[in-house]
């Protein structure tokens, strides 16, 4: 049950002498005799805090005794149970638990718990001197024994998470966290390189050469037994002036648990370069729904014509640089690595490809490619030691260190390929060769390549993520534990993987039915259908509907909404048709009315400025934010969107990859080879067909963006389903919702339904957020079949009402590049009606011109007393201050729509200007203390005195101006981007670029 040392195992008598109880409790707390002392009782309980135990929940389970934050539940103990035995029996766990339930907490308890009971039971053998025949002579024995866990989850943000939930515990193993160079570097002039791979080498350089301070004071420093996440290790080390990325490294041999992100254990190289060994170790993955990907990922590469171009250049600047700066390189030795790529690239070049048929060749075939530019078995060696020699040299020569050195690429390539790593039957049949071109647009962004019209690639495609599994596993791991909360299907996931898992789990959620809505809403709010495939997806009736759909649900679901695409397109194509709608107010106006609408954005540098703007928006009392994301994307994982954060998630499409990608064509072809094989020879593992793995692929996608909301037992939200699609794949959501998800024809009746289950939310003894800071919603408000023509009036008008209370604000979009949309009350000049847009379905005629006119103007006049008679479930304006507030608003909304008109106008001038400029100057008036006031119309002056004047120093007018306005208004958003509008149209750019350079600095 335990590896001895040098492999030896303890023999029965040993084991049977370790079981007995004398003066110790194998499977509670350390009964440790008098004589044994103090000290041992200390080396026996150290990674645990005894006093902090006390006040924890113990429960037994297997006989190992876990101490757990609070009461576990059933599904919590269940989970303890299968991970405690798999680790007894020293075998591999697949265990799926829904979002929510608590697995990190689970995992870390379980397996330290069980760790703790492994290392008592080992000390004692130490201590006894009757058992020191078997192997084990001290307690470096001991640690040398034990397992040891290495924890990997996707991304550095979820390590962190999961360090920060180890603290919660009441164990206190000593842990290390590996990170690049990039999270760790502090650095001065290394930190300031671009890149991770010009950081890196330029970081190695200072350490060989002994001339980083933060390094060697590596050595005079003892590495911390706290439990520090980067973050915290980053702080340390700026602390006490000691390199953090080193640190860590110096804790990896002596660590209990190791945290790494995915690729560190996937990737051999990266295992090597980390030092981690893994024999005898417990690896966890987590959040494995993503290892699939990863490991193909980690086994597979690309080769573009760019690529190839951007060698050639680094070796011609190599070849035309001096005898010295080539060190120890001749310059026939540089012509001889620029022959062997240009081949390569005549080749790639040369290759015949078929209009519509996609170039599919053996795994071996990248060999035989190579093989045309003398690049064999035979001659990689003498060449990848000419390949380092210049990839030193073009990095001296590329700014000291600073820049990419693209030839590093090429190298790593050729190592993974020739190492000896991946067997030649593996490469033979795990593996594609494909060759095709590539759109212009995306794949010359760094090259410039005139050679050829189209660009072209070689992929070398992994389709097994088997590969990458079966050389972890040699490397003597101990137990493969897979945990997410979306596996399923479990057995042709494990079939992918190619391994046995004995022991597995799907739990159940730890939540009532009172605490979740779920529902496939067929037809939108004018009874058009649905469905986002991509024969419909473009339809102008669909993009409305789903539009109004999200319109209605924003009104009645309090806080925050996510709402996920299919993919970037379809999101950016269904927000600009919302914001261009002809209707007026547009859906995207309507939608602002009600929450503060964020986008996820392509670029991760902006991402947390999304995630700021949304939480902000939801702290606040009387606000709420809607998240427009993509699945598979940013928001889609590793994020908490609990309690008010998430109220509900709208999904509104299925997610399926794009089918006519060429890597997705081979791989489902690749499934549907290995699935005729396996029915061939027979087996336990379950084949799946390439068009089944494809749904999979979609389904697993939806199954994580559901998991964002209903984070914990005491959560609750409701899951709309926005696509006719998902009624024929409801088998393949996670098992917990199956029970729950309804199917609906009628928009209004999954209304009725979503808004009767948020005002039943209310009664749940468990909500945790007090009601006088909850959204008001008038849950009242009519939305089903029967309603009427005054139902549908009354439901305008308190929206109305509502909205008229919200500040104005702005999406992501707005805070990056200025506003285009802002959020206030309604004109009373407004047709169009905020209630339900007539329909079919609802039985509700269209409104008259007369009645929607009159329900606008009595909107916007609104008091309290005429608000409280028309409600008698709650009063929105109560107060004075409150009346102020929404006039100072409607000015807000009237100053926004003088900016639209002027931006309308090119090169506005004369009255349209003026009449901007003196609205502006009012709200300033009105947001601001006199004195601001003052002091900002006296800096206008002066910058109009110098735009005036002309020359250069209107740029140093416009920086100043743009630094006093940041100051003067600081939290006033739409004053700082409405001043755009005041600026001559060829300076709004820049001050743009100068305002968010203000903000960003002062954040």
């Known amino acids: 049950f335990i590896g001895g040392m040098n492999g030896k195992r303890m023999d029965d008598v040993t084991r049977r002498k370790i079981g007995k109880s004398d003066g110790f409790e194998l499977n509670g707390r350390s009964k440790i005799t008098q004589q044994e002392g103090d000290e041992k009782k200390k080396t026996e309980w150290v990674g645990f805090d005894e006093e902090k135990g006390k006040q924890q929940e113990k429960i037994q389970l297997h006989g190992v005794d876990v101490y757990f934050p609070f009461t576990p539940y059933e599904c919590q103990k269940a989970y303890m149970e299968k991970l405690i035995e798999a680790l007894q029996k020293q075998t591999n766990a697949m265990l799926e638990s829904p979002t929510g339930t608590g697995k990190t907490l689970c995992l870390l308890c379980a397996c330290l718990a069980w760790r703790e009971t492994e290392k008592r039971k080992l000390t004692k053998v130490v201590n006894d001197p009757q058992l020191r025949g078997s192997g084990l002579a001290n307690e470096m024995d001991v640690k040398d024994n034990l397992p040891k866990i290495i924890y990997a989850s996707r991304t550095h943000s979820q390590i962190s998470q999961t360090v920060q939930e180890l603290k919660n515990t009441a164990y206190t193993p000593s842990i290390c966290v590996l990170g690049s160079r990039e999270q760790m570097c502090i650095h001065g002039e290394v930190r300031q390189v671009q890149g991770n791979a010009a950081k890196t080498r330029k970081c190695k350089t200072k350490v060989k050469e002994h001339s980083c301070p933060l390094y060697l004071n590596v050595e005079k420093t003892q590495p911390s037994t706290e439990i520090l996440d980067i973050e915290e290790l980053v702080s340390l080390g700026e602390e006490q002036h000691v390199c953090p990325y080193y640190l860590a490294r110096k804790k990896v041999d002596a660590a209990d648990i190791i945290f790494v992100p995915y690729n560190y254990l996937i990737d051999p190289n990266m295992r090597k370069a980390q030092r981690l060994h893994l024999h005898n170790s417990i690896i966890i993955f987590d959040e494995a729904h993503n290892i699939e990907n990863s490991c193909e990922e980690a086994s597979s590469f690309q080769l573009t014509t760019r690529d190839l171009a951007g060698y050639i250049a680094e070796l011609e600047q190599l070849k035309n640089a001096t005898d010295e700066d080539r060190g120890n390189l001749s310059k026939e030795d540089v012509m001889y690595l620029e022959i062997i790529i240009k081949t390569l690239e005549d080749e790639l070049e040369s290759v015949v490809l078929k209009q519509n048929d996609v170039f599919c060749r053996q795994g071996s075939y990248i060999f035989t490619f190579l093989e045309k530019a003398m690049i064999t078995k035979d001659t990689i060696d003498p060449i990848l030691e000419k390949l380092n020699e210049a990839i030193e040299c073009v990095s001296l020569l590329k700014s000291g260190f600073g820049a990419t050195c693209y030839l590093e690429r090429l190298g790593r390539i050729l190592s993974m390929l020739f190492s000896g790593e991946y067997s030649t039957l593996d490469i033979q049949k795990m593996y594609y060769v494909n060759i095709m071109d590539m759109p212009k647009s995306k794949s010359m962004n760094a090259w410039d390549i005139q ?10 495609w992994c389709f097994s993520p088997a590969v990458a599994i079966k050389h972890l596993m040699a490397e003597g791991v101990r137990n493969l534990i897979l945990t997410s909360g979306t596996l399923s299907p479990m057995k042709t996931f494990a079939a992918e993987l190619n391994t046995v898992f004995p022991i597995t789990l799907e739990n159940p959620h730890v939540i009532t039915h009172k605490q979740v809505w779920a529902g496939v809403l067929a037809h939108g709010v004018d009874g058009h259908e649905l469905n986002s495939s991509f024969q419909t997806r473009s339809n102008p009736k669909y993009i409305s509907d789903l539009g109004n759909a999200i319109v209605n649900f924003c009104r009645i679901i309090p806080k925050g909404i996510l709402v996920f695409f299919p993919s970037y397109g379809v999101m950016s194509m269904c927000i600009k048709a919302w914001k261009h709608e002809e209707t007026s107010p547009s859906i995207w106006e309507r939608i602002m009315e009600c929450k503060t609408p964020v986008e996820e954005p392509r670029d991760k540098k902006d991402f947390q400025l999304a995630m700021d703007i949304f939480y902000e928006k939801i702290k606040r009392p009387d606000e709420g934010a809607i998240f427009f994301a993509v699945c598979r994307g940013k928001v889609s994982e590793g994020l908490d969107f609990a309690d008010n954060n998430g109220r ?65 037992r005491h ?18 959501l996670p098992a917990w919702l199956k029970g729950y998800v309804k199917d609906y024809a009628r928009f209004g009746d999954a209304f009725k339904e979503v808004r009767a289950f948020f005002k039943g939310t209310e009664t749940l003894e468990f909500t945790n957020v007090p009601r006088k800071n909850r959204r008001e919603i008038s849950y009242d408000t009519p939305c089903d079949a029967n309603a009427d023509i005054e139902d549908v009036q009354d439901m305008s008008v308190l929206a109305a009402s509502r909205k008229a209370c919200l500040p104005s604000s702005i999406s992501l979009t707005d805070a990056l590049s200025l506003p285009t949309t802002m959020k206030g009350t309604r004109s009373s000049k407004k047709k169009s009606p905020r209630g339900l847009r007539s329909n079919e379905g609802f039985g509700i005629s269209p409104l008259s011109t007369s009645t929607t006119t009159s329900t606008a103007t009595s909107a916007s006049a609104l008091t309290p007393t005429t608000l409280s008679s028309s409600s008698s479930s709650r009063t929105f304006i109560s107060t004075k201050e409150e009346e102020a507030l929404s006039r100072k608003r409607a000015k807000r909304r009237e100053l926004f729509v003088s900016a639209q008109t ?69 939290n006033k958003s739409f004053l700082i981007f409405g001043f755009e509008m005041c600026l001559p149209e060829k300076y709004r750019e820049m001050y743009k670029k100068l305002v968010k350079e203000k903000l960003l600095h002062r954040t």
């Open 451 to 460: 050679s050829h019209a189209t660009p072209r690639a070689i992929n070398f």
């Open 648 to 712: 509900a998630v709208i999904i509104t499409g299925i997610p399926f990859p794009a089918s006519k990608e060429p890597k997705i064509i081979l791989k489902q072809k690749f499934v549907d080879k290995s699935k005729e094989m396996r029915d061939k020879a027979g087996g336990s593992f379950k084949s799946i067909t390439g068009r089944e793995w494809y749904s999979i692929q979609a389904t697993r996608a939806v199954n994580q963006a559901i998991g964002r909301v209903i984070r914990h």
């Open 715 to 732: 959560d609750y939200g409701a899951i709309i389903l926005a696509d006719a699609r998902f009624k024929r794949l409801k088998h393949e």
């Open 902 to 970: 002027l931006r309308a106008t090119p090169d506005a001038r004369g009255s349209d200007a003026r009449d901007y400029l003196k609205k502006y100057l009012n709200q300033v008036k009105n947001e601001c203390s006199r004195e601001t006031y003052l002091l900002f119309v006296k800096s206008l002056k002066q910058f109009h005195a110098t735009v005036k004047k002309g020359g250069d120093e209107i740029v140093d007018a416009l920086t100043q101006i743009a630094t006093e306005i940041v100051g003067f208004f600081k």
